[in-house]
């Protein structure tokens, strides 16, 4: 008999939600905690206790020691339980094999419970998740494939419709060079308008994929060519620079030069000058004298061409030490720090009826035809 | 009015705080994108109606933008797009010059501005996020302010407070800062988009305005930046420079994508009180002097520089 046991048996019995229950159930719990029935009835022989006397409010949290998990339907369904046995527990103390048949039914029925309500709480989500990911895992690789692919198909389709306008706008200006015909003019205008506006949105279009192609590029080149980094850093960096910062609208400096390039083409049409070259001048080949419109010299960086014109300059200080000249002028006072009334000028100015003399003594930058009157205006009325 | 004819794309204008007729242009080739630069120093002749060049010099990058020296009447500084500052002297001749060339930046130098109160420091804004403070007479900067997240478009210095100074950046926000602390000391989100730069008003030390890419030009109160004075609209594209007149208490110049340079009055209802339309190109420059009352000069990628009188015609004979 071994004493630890009896004394745990002890304690247990002696817990006042114990002492609620039926004996059959004590003793059955001893019994599956491994103690042999002499060590119970030591047990219970050393615990006073009123079997006969069974509260009907015994509320055997015991009995679900044996379901280890207790999900939140468990407990009416033992304390229904625990209910039953302790009413058939009231009506016959001697009647162990249907009590016990009973108990044994009910313990069955809500461990299932309790196995389907773990299952149903616990597992199938975890399921339907980890499947869940395997799925989108395989719609992704398809989605980024043909992300990428369609990527290139876009810029592909556009580079070929802006090649396409630009012929058609070339063709169309040479129609016009030929025919010197001043009633085509404003049609060949409006058409050219309209072109404008859609290489415009091409142009837009062309320009976010390039910029994103920029940098991967940069970044590839970055790991390809470290040595060319010195010479590209310049252009790329501006070309971010200025695609990206603060040139959101260059849509209007292209229209402009576009419609200029026109005007001048128009112009000399109209002169019968007879050029020879009857291309626009953004169209003409590099080494040219013209002025290159913004979108071409973007497009000759991009292509790696170095625009025309540019020297070799050498602008560091030829003389490091040399030292700042000496101020030949005091600095002067600022217009609002002289402490004076708002409505006066800076420069004295003597309201007399010689206005003519003194207009004359003053230099051009001076000469304010509107500002004079306005002041005259105040000192006379 | 005369025009003066730049062979780049102008870039800045600023007159001269000490000679009434004087005034610098920075230029670059190729609209800035890649190419040499170069900046001029012009003179209006007195008699005849004629902007004549008194000296140029050439750099091997574009001059984004200029600003005279307060202390020094000869001396001005060129914010290069390859990420150096220049000083250059026009008492001396183009072979002497540049007096210095402090590289410290690590991209294009896109703003300069001149202290005209304690005037002797200046700063330079550059697309490395940050603004650096400088001397004269010091062959490094005395301090970087890193704390835009984007490029820095423009600086300013109060006119009134030695000290304070605001940036403008393409963060969409509006930095103002006190040298003596070490980070900014007020944050104004200013628009949605960037902001191309910014000014203090010369009478109102509390009011500064920003122009940004969004067309519009605010108005702010430092005591109150949640709610903007006044938004002035009118522009048809991003603004690009502003400038309060030192002249006048609510007047601001400003220029733009949209080819104009508009003047306006921001506290009357009708604000827009003037409009040039003489440049057929981005107008990028724009500055009004502080000695001559009403003179405006403004440049543009048109390779033109104007100077006219207000309410004249710049494009008039």
Redesign the interface.
Known sequence: MREEQVQMAVMFLSHPSVKGSPIESRRSFLERKGLTSEEINEAFHRVPDGTSSVTSTGQGVNLNQGVQLQPQGMVPLSTASTGVASMLALSQRSRYSWSHVLFALAMLGASGAGTVLLLKKFFLPRLKCWIRNIVFEVEDDTERNSKASLCKESTEAAKVAAAAAVNSARASLEILNSRKDTRYFEAFIRHLDIQATELRSMSSALRKLEVAREAALFSYKQREHPSQLGSEN??N???L??SV??????E??YS??MK?EVKQNAVSAYDSSAKPSMLPASMEPSGGQHP?S?ME??AM?QRGE??P????????????A?P??N???A??M????IPQP?NS???ALPQDSSQLNIENAL?????????EQQRLNLTMG | MPIFKTPFNGYSVKFSPFYESRLAVGTAQNFGILGNGRLHVLDLSPTSPAITELIAFDTADGVYDVAWSESHDSVLVAAIADGSVKLYDTSLPPQSNPLRSLQEHAREVHGLDYNPTRRDSFLSASWDDSVKLWTLDRPTSIRTFREHAYCVYSVAWNPKHADVFASASGDCSVRIWDVREPGSTMIIPGHQHEILACDWNKYDDCLIATASVDKSIKVWDVRNYRVPVTVLNGHGYAVRKIKFSPHRRNLIVSCSYDMTVCLWDFMIEDALVGRYDHHTEFAVGVDMSVLVEGLMASTGWDEHVYVWQQGMDPRAA
């Open positions: 310049g252009p960096s501006k070309l620079g200025t910062n603060d040139w959101k609208d260059p209007s400096s402009s030069l200029e290159k913004y010299i973007l960086i170095k625009p014109g540019i020297k070799d300059i050498n602008d560091s200080p030829p003389n490091p040399q700042l000249p101020p030949r002028l600095p002067r600022k217009p609002w720090e708002q000028s800076s420069y230099p051009w930058w001076k000469r304010n035809k509107l500002l």
